[in-house]
């Protein structure tokens, strides 16, 4: 039985002028966790924020911190986001000499370790990891920034990954999680090709309708095309 559909946000888009606010509004919204996109400026285009400014947000909300680490070093930063209040730690494989090792590192500082793979990165890069982790993300864009458009040739992957998740017995341990140009025209397909966990950033936000309309329709988009196979 796979994992329940989870709406994630991504808080790229927040004004970060009033981010406790705007973590409570996420909450508020009806979002089942939250996704702090980590970057060094290194591993990616891209500069965001250190553990300091998640641990200032850790307050205004009692939802689960996720810590999308795109880093290039991992296993040195790994036990700050831990301290800082999250609970998930997501390492790149293309980031890990040794992702068996740092993954069994990132339990032992007792936060729950997870998988992303880049769009060139083959399903297979997990295969003998999926015992140490309770979610794979695939990304649907490369990743850096927000906004960008959502990589439909990802869902053969998806696709692959949920397979392999299934065929290990794995289905109800192990979420899979998309992160990339989710919104009201692509959760469907997203989640139709095996994803339970969807990322969204720009989509909540530029709802004219607002946070709790945006995140009510892309779970219920979701739970639709995961129940009955509505066309993406
Ligand atoms: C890429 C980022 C984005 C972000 C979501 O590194 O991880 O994918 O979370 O941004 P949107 O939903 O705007 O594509």
Same mark, same amino acid.
């Given at each position: 039985m796979?994992?329940p559909?989870?709406i994630?946000?991504s808080?790229?888009p927040?004004?970060?002028?009033r981010?406790?606010?705007?973590?409570?509004?996420l909450?508020?919204a009806?979002?089942?966790?939250v996704q702090?996109?980590?970057?060094d400026?290194?591993?990616?285009?891209?500069?965001?924020?250190?553990?300091?400014?998640?641990?200032?947000?850790?307050?205004h909300?009692?939802l689960?911190f996720?810590?999308?680490?795109?880093?290039?070093?991992p296993?040195?930063?790994?036990?700050?986001?831990?301290?800082?209040g999250c609970s998930r730690?997501?390492v790149?494989v293309?980031?890990?000499?040794h992702l068996?090792?740092t993954?069994?590192?990132?339990?032992?500082? $007792?936060?729950?370790?997870? @998988?992303?793979?880049?769009? &060139?990165?083959?399903a297979s !890069?997990? #295969? *003998?990891?999926?015992?140490?982790v309770?979610?794979?993300l695939v990304?649907?864009?490369?990743p850096?920034f927000g906004g960008?458009?959502?990589?439909r040739?990802?869902e053969p992957?998806?696709?692959?990954?949920?397979a392999m998740?299934?065929?290990?017995g794995?289905s109800?341990?192990?979420d899979?999680?998309v992160d990339?140009g989710?919104g009201?025209?692509?959760?469907a397909?997203?989640?139709?090709a095996?994803?339970?966990?969807?990322?969204?950033g720009s989509a909540?936000f530029?709802?004219?309708? $607002?946070l709790?309309?945006a @995140?009510t329709e892309?779970? &219920?988009?979701?739970?639709? !095309?995961v #129940? *009955?196979?509505?066309?993406?």
């Amino acid at each position: 039985m796979r994992r329940p559909v989870q709406i994630a946000p991504s808080v790229l888009p927040v004004d970060f002028s009033r981010l406790g606010d705007e973590i409570a509004a996420l909450d508020a919204a009806g979002v089942d966790l939250v996704q702090w996109d980590v970057m060094d400026g290194q591993f990616v285009p891209n500069l965001t924020f250190g553990p300091d400014v998640i641990a200032s947000a850790r307050r205004h909300t009692d939802l689960p911190f996720e810590a999308h680490l795109m880093v290039l070093t991992p296993d040195v930063m790994a036990a700050r986001y831990v301290e800082a209040g999250c609970s998930r730690l997501i390492v790149h494989v293309e980031a890990c000499t040794h992702l068996h090792r740092t993954l069994e590192h990132i339990r032992t500082l $007792g936060a729950t370790a997870a @998988v992303a793979l880049n769009p &060139a990165t083959p399903a297979s !890069a997990v #295969a *003998h990891v999926l015992d140490l982790v309770d979610l794979v993300l695939v990304m649907t864009v490369n990743p850096g920034f927000g906004g960008q458009r959502y990589l439909r040739t990802m869902e053969p992957k998806i696709a692959e990954v949920r397979a392999m998740i299934d065929a290990a017995g794995l289905s109800g341990t192990v979420d899979l999680e998309v992160d990339g140009g989710i919104g009201p025209d692509t959760i469907a397909s997203a989640a139709r090709a095996g994803a339970n966990v969807l990322v969204a950033g720009s989509a909540l936000f530029r709802d004219p309708e $607002g946070l709790e309309h945006a @995140v009510t329709e892309l779970r &219920a988009i979701a739970t639709d !095309a995961v #129940a *009955h196979g509505s066309p993406g």
